[in-house]
């Protein structure tokens, strides 16, 4: 017997590693216990796993199977409204400039601190709903929406909470370095930020990352240091937001430090890439945050050249407004250079790597069975097919949880 037995599938596409994509056509996927127990042909894979004995059979044919997506670098956990800000940008106004009028982060932050912690779990609980149905399976998500011990704690009881109650895998991430609170100095909120909210968030053990914003008029790398010197101290592991603005030496700091990734990357050198590469961190590159801002896109072309494992990330948050692993892929491949199988792996086995996932974005024997079925053959009209979700059915170990692109009732789950 078995849970689910996919078949027929025009193909199966997965990564034996960071490089090397793997195709089956005619493929088929047998699951067992939440887990793979087998990829290959449909004759080979059901002559072991036969239909009638599996729990549900998906007729997969016309359709491609993928790896669930793995998002690893969201603010999804927020409140209040920040379209006005989209149309701001359209008039001519700068990040910078919407924030010194008193938008951007320190607007959300405003939402967040006056909203409840059922009202957050609410907000996070919608945002997973869409995500799931785009296809992202694991998905990283930061606090730094309330830049105060209390409601940085809160923001992870919401995580954890929300979390507990939705079929997708979350990761959750310590960010009260994500900006300096009005009328405070920077050195005077780092101290806070190393003596009291990391300490707090450690003994609540929600968090598995502690990132930080390192960028010109937020946080200096040797304050930034402090941050991650201090989260590694108390369990946590380092993550920075590097380069996004400028070339402030972000991306050396996560080198230094062992970061698991470093994230943004526009204005990152060659000297960088070859640092994070030497240290075994991740790149994560943001294409919807540069399409958001008119900016220039990260070079993923100098990544790559280097041997580098280029993941990709939505950054989904209120500047940044995309649920869509699919449309980060469609935005590397346009205006970043990345091919569909690149994309792919990006959003998939590298971008497990930036969030210290092993076994997640991959589709091998006794591994989660984590999937997506394709409304089309091939995985290429992930990126090709924009503007839609070609996404159609979403498999969470081992369950169904998106059918025909709607997510499924939790009562229809269990």
């Known amino acids: 017997m078995t849970d689910l037995l996919l078949t027929n599938a025009a193909e199966v596409v997965t990564y034996a590693d960071h490089e090397r994509l793997e195709r089956t056509e005619d493929a088929a996927v047998a699951v067992d216990g939440g887990r793979i127990a087998a990829v290959g042909p449909t004759e080979e894979v059901t002559a072991e796993f036969p239909e009638d004995g599996a729990d549900e059979v998906l007729d997969c044919s016309e359709r491609a199977v993928a790896p669930g ?8 956990l927020f409140a209040g409204d920040r379209s006005d800000e989209f149309e701001a940008k359209l008039r001519g106004k700068t990040y910078q400039e919407i924030l010194a009028d008193g938008g951007g982060i320190l607007r959300t932050v405003d939402a967040v601190r006056e909203s409840s912690t059922d009202e957050l779990v609410g907000n996070l609980a919608e945002q997973f709903d869409a995500m799931l149905a785009h296809g992202t399976t694991t998905v990283e998500v930061k606090s730094g929406y309330g830049l105060d011990t209390e409601t940085e704690r809160r923001m992870l009881e919401a995580i954890d909470r929300a979390a507990a109650a939705h079929p997708i895998r979350v990761v959750p991430t310590f960010m009260g370095a994500h900006a300096v609170p009005r009328g405070r100095d920077a050195d005077d909120y780092v101290e806070e930020v190393v003596t009291e909210q990391i300490p707090a968030v450690a003994e609540q053990g929600i968090a598995e990352f502690c ?3 390192c960028e010109e008029g937020v946080l200096d790398v040797e304050q930034s240091r402090r941050v991650l010197e201090a989260g590694r101290e108390h369990g946590l592991k380092p993550k920075v937001h590097a380069e ?5 030496g972000g991306t050396a700091l996560a080198a230094e430090v062992g970061a698991t990734s470093a994230d943004h990357l526009l204005y990152a050198t060659g000297d960088d890439i070859d640092a994070l590469v030497d240290a075994g961190t991740t790149p994560v590159l943001l294409p919807g945050t540069a399409f958001g801002l008119g900016a220039e896109y990260a070079d993923a072309e100098a990544f790559l050249d280097r041997g580098a494992p280029v993941a ?3 950054d989904f948050n209120p500047n940044c407004y995309s649920q869509s692993m699919p449309f980060a892929m469609t935005l590397g491949c346009v205006e970043m250079g990345l091919t569909p199988a690149q994309a792919l792996g990006a959003a998939t086995t590298n971008a497990a790597r930036a969030v210290d996932r092993p076994d997640a974005g991959r589709l091998e024997l006794g591994g989660p069975a984590d999937l997506v079925v394709l409304d089309a053959p091939s995985h290429v009209y992930l990126p090709y097919n924009f503007g839609v979700n070609a996404v159609d059915t979403v498999v969470v170990g081992g369950q169904t949880v ?11 789950v269990a």
Do not use: K, Y
Request: charged share 25%; hydrophobic share 45%.
């Open 69 to 76: 997506f793995v998002d690893p670098h969201t603010h999804a």
């Open 244 to 248: 996004e603005l400028s070339h402030l």
């Open 211 to 213: 990132d930080v914003f």
């Open 402 to 412: 998106v059918r025909g692109g709607t997510v499924l009732d939790r009562e229809v």
């Open 312 to 314: 990709l990330a939505t």
